[in-house]
């Protein structure tokens, strides 16, 4: 059985300990992941809603009614689930950067992450979904 206690072969941390690390990162990626995808579930069902009510109302994106009946419509709901799965998707990251500098400076060997390539692309797409919707695209 081999000790798990024995140094890394680079001079760094015990193997143990190491791995440690390695699991902690992995807890954080999966947590960014998480955050994304409810950011993305969100922003998509929000422009969903917004394109579905356009669609079954002819002429709903074009014209207002004078007289509001409803506080919220379709495309203030839309908006707002978009608005929310943006947000989601800050704190997510900002969360997750804060996460991983604090553990750069007991693990400076960490490799970097990836995931908040993907969180700017899908804070991209909810951007781009809502100028669709401010702008009724």
């Known amino acids: 059985m081999a000790d798990q206690t024995s140094s890394d072969p680079a001079g760094g941390l015990p193997t143990n300990l190491r791995l ?3 699991r902690t990162r992995g807890a954080y990626e999966r947590t960014m992941m998480a955050w994304v995808r409810t950011g993305t579930s969100l922003i998509t069902f929000g422009f969903a809603v917004y394109k579905f009510f356009q669609f079954e ?5 074009q014209h207002e ?14 908006f707002m689930l978009i608005g929310i799965g943006l ?8 969360e997750h950067a804060r996460d ?6 007991e693990y400076p060997g960490m490799p970097t992450s990836n995931t908040r390539y993907i969180a700017a692309l899908v804070l991209v797409l909810g951007m781009m979904a809502l100028v669709a919707v401010v702008y009724r695209f």
């Open 20 to 22: 440690a690390y390695e």
């Open 100 to 105: 991983l500098k604090a553990m750069r400076k």
């Open 57 to 61: 109302i002819p002429g709903s994106a």
């Open 87 to 94: 947000l989601t998707l800050v704190l997510g990251t900002i």
């Open 65 to 78: 009614p004078l007289i509001k009946t409803t506080l919220i419509g379709p495309r203030e709901f839309g």
